[in-house]
């Protein structure tokens, strides 16, 4: 079980670990967050028509030992930083965008969903691997980025701020050119994989090729038993949340662009002066191609 654990959030992030019949119980908790976490364990059972039996099943796949704790870490998580007037507009949070949404609504609705995505990294990311990360990446001879999917576009502002803090890092697009790099990897090496479902199957054969090399495999998913994940010698979950008319890996890729921004400013802050130098060589680098300031 993670560190940290969250109420709402670690509820999206295991649902589809869950039975159908535990289902009924996470559905109504996290479409009624603010009553549920006022309920007890038989008043769960009887609205969502379930025995209190499969709710202990349900907790267990959560990681709680008791029904209490889920409600304490709900009720937390409701209270903490609510946005006030959109958390009003929205009722349960988790709601879909429909035809009949204002474009007001549309607007408070993407706003509270990304609010949402990466407040739930809080209780997700652990501060410690986080560190691991940072340490693996700063002693790393050659670091490998690779994106599957819409991650690309991720990775690729990783690779960026990587890069210009002098890290010998390389990120390409193209499956076969991030192949052979991975094989060329060794025991001091490192690849940073990004995949929202962790089950693509190019990133996940560039990963065990690294892996087979002996490079540490930094995994970032939102799936808690992904193939990712399992490869991973330190994974990173990015938060879920379902909504109609876009996809849950909207919201995932904003997690991970926030996971990766904790672990990049781990290993500038890290860096200390040599970073700033690497920093400003790298803005110095392309001055020239920025047009001159306007008097």
Do not use: W
């Not at 295991?14 to 559905?27: C, G, P, V």
């Not at 960026?160 to 990897?185: E, M, Q, T, W």
């Not at 997690?255 to 921004?261: H, V």
């Amino acid at each position: 079980m993670l560190e940290g654990k969250g109420g709402l959030s670690q509820i999206h992030h295991a649902y589809h670990l869950l039975s159908k019949k535990q289902k009924r119980a996470a559905d109504f908790i996290l479409q009624h967050p603010d009553q549920s976490a006022l309920m007890t364990m038989r008043e769960l059972s009887e609205v969502c028509k379930i025995s209190e039996a499969t709710i202990v099943r349900f907790l267990q796949k959560l990681g709680y030992d008791n029904y209490q704790e889920l409600r304490v870490n709900v009720a937390r998580e409701r209270s903490a930083g609510r946005p006030g007037a959109i958390e009003a507009q929205l009722a349960d949070g988790y709601q879909g965008i429909g035809p009949e949404d204002s474009t007001e609504e549309i607007k408070n609705k993407v706003i509270y969903a990304a609010i949402q995505a990466i407040r739930g990294t809080e209780s997700l990311v652990d501060s410690r691997t986080i560190e691991q990360a940072a340490e693996a990446l700063l002693g790393a001879g050659q670091i490998l980025c690779y994106g599957s999917g819409g991650s690309q576009a991720i990775v690729q502002d990783a690779y960026h701020k990587l890069l210009r803090l002098g890290l010998p890092v390389f990120c390409d697009a193209n499956y076969h050119l991030a192949r052979i790099k991975a094989n060329s990897l060794n025991g001091t090496d490192a690849a940073v994989l990004v995949s929202h479902t962790g089950e693509s199957q190019d990133l996940l054969s560039c990963g065990k090729q690294a892996k087979e090399r002996g490079a540490v495999v930094i995994g970032i998913t939102s799936y808690l038993d992904s193939s990712l994940a399992r490869l991973s010698d330190l994974v990173f979950y990015s938060s879920r949340i379902s909504l109609e008319y876009y996809t849950d890996a909207m919201t995932s890729r904003l997690a991970q662009m926030t996971i990766l921004d904790m672990i990049y400013l781990t290993v500038r802050l890290r860096l200390g002066e040599e970073g700033m130098e690497q920093i400003t060589r790298a803005k110095e680098a392309i001055a020239e191609l920025k047009a001159p300031k306007r008097r």
